[in-house]
Nanobody
Framework: QVQLVESGGGLVQAGGSLRLSCAASGRTFSSYAMGWFRQAPGKEREFVAGMWWSGGNIAYADSVKGRFTVSRDNAPKTVYLQMNSLKPEDTGVYYC??????????????????WGQGIQVTVSS
């Protein structure tokens, strides 16, 4: 089993920055991917960014390209989401997730096997 713990959220003004962290523990897998999703009240959970750990491929949603950046540490395994130039529409609960066997795509919630509890990000205007 895999445990995921998010940290680094909070309240910021528009134009500000936040850095989210997702620390993974538990069993390891040979070819896995980690992703970030977010969900606003009354809306579906949407893809934000993803990374294939072994191959280094990274993908971003069009809405965050040029503003958000994914990075990682290997020991302990942690993925980061650096969020710059934040907008009120970035507000939501952000979730870290893991595909235990990379399926060649990042965008679909159903491909992910484990999820963190989520962390609130609020951007004021």
């Amino acid at each position: 089993q895999v445990q995921l713990v998010e940290s680094g959220g909070g309240l910021v003004q528009a134009g500000g920055s936040l850095r989210l962290s997702c620390a993974a523990s538990g069993r390891t897998f040979s070819s896995y991917a980690m992703g970030w999703f977010r969900q606003a009240p009354g809306k579906e959970r949407e893809f934000v960014a993803g990374m294939w750990w072994s191959g280094g491929n990274i993908a971003y949603a069009d809405s965050v390209k040029g503003r958000f950046t994914v990075s990682r540490d290997n020991a302990p395994k942690t993925v980061y989401l650096q969020m710059n130039s934040l907008k009120p529409e970035d507000t939501g609960v952000y979730y870290c997730a893991v595909q235990t066997s990379y399926r060649g795509r990042y965008y679909y919630t159903g491909d992910y096997n484990y999820w963190g509890q989520g962390i609130q990000v609020t951007v004021s205007s």
